[in-house]
């Protein structure tokens, strides 16, 4: 059941929280509700969930809107890539974005936040394994483009995220991410997902994104 899977993975999250010996507090589930319908995200938000997570705006503009309305303490945040055309409906919908990674999208979040007077919270994606099929800040360029962000753009950026390459040991690239976050005077990690996320708080995650330890698989 539903229940008992965000259940056991929240007894997972204060386990592996405790392990580090970090604030039972210093860690947000992001439940990942992607390619789900409100029927099946309903009872998850009504075992206490608030922090959910879609990958595009068309499949989250369908669902959530309506959800919203009888649970307006729900927090949404976007962990897919952004498409400018897609910003201004981005901007709207989500409270969160996590994949900052071009000066375009930096460029068209920041005039649209304006426009709208909705402030989001900010996360610059960083490809930690420079894999060239996924979207994402290089490394190297991780410090300019935060810079970029805040002087140019005037965004106030929280933190960092980063999706580790499949097969990889995730923990270098979770350290890389910290140290990154470290050195800009960032105090947010989104890194972490089903399985690897223990690693990820040992390493300073502050949100793990974990969708299928909560609603199974789609068949």
């Given amino acids: 059941m539903v229940h008992e899977g965000l259940k056991k993975l ?5 386990a592996a929280t405790r392990q580090a010996h970090r604030a ?3 860690v947000t589930l992001i439940a990942v509700s992607k390619t789900f319908d409100g029927p099946e995200i309903i009872p998850v938000i009504e075992a206490g969930q608030r922090v959910f997570g879609e990958n595009r705006v068309q499949e989250a503009k369908a669902k959530w809107p309506a959800l919203k309305m009888d649970w307006p303490d729900v927090e949404l945040h976007l962990i897919g890539p952004l498409q400018s055309n897609k910003t201004a409906e981005a901007v709207q919908l989500f409270d969160a974005i996590h994949t900052v990674d071009r000066p375009k999208i930096a460029a068209e979040i920041a005039k649209e936040m304006r426009k709208q007077a909705k402030p989001v919270k900010l996360f610059v994606q960083v490809n930690t394994g420079r894999e060239p099929q996924k979207a994402g800040i290089d490394p190297d360029r991780a410090d300019a483009f935060l810079a970029e962000c805040r002087e140019l753009h005037g965004l106030e950026i929280s933190g960092l995220m980063c999706i580790p390459p499949a097969g990889e040991d995730p923990a270098p690239h979770f350290s890389l ?13 989104s890194m972490g997902m089903s399985g690897d996320y223990a690693t990820a ?7 793990v994104r974990v969708g299928s330890a909560i609603f199974g698989t789609r068949g």
């Fill in 201 to 207: 708080i040992a390493c300073g995650a502050t949100y």
């Fill in 10 to 14: 929240l007894n997972g999250v204060a």
């Fill in 177 to 189: 991410l910290a140290e990154i976050a470290r050195r800009n005077g960032l105090s947010q990690l």
């Fill in 24 to 26: 039972p507090d210093s």
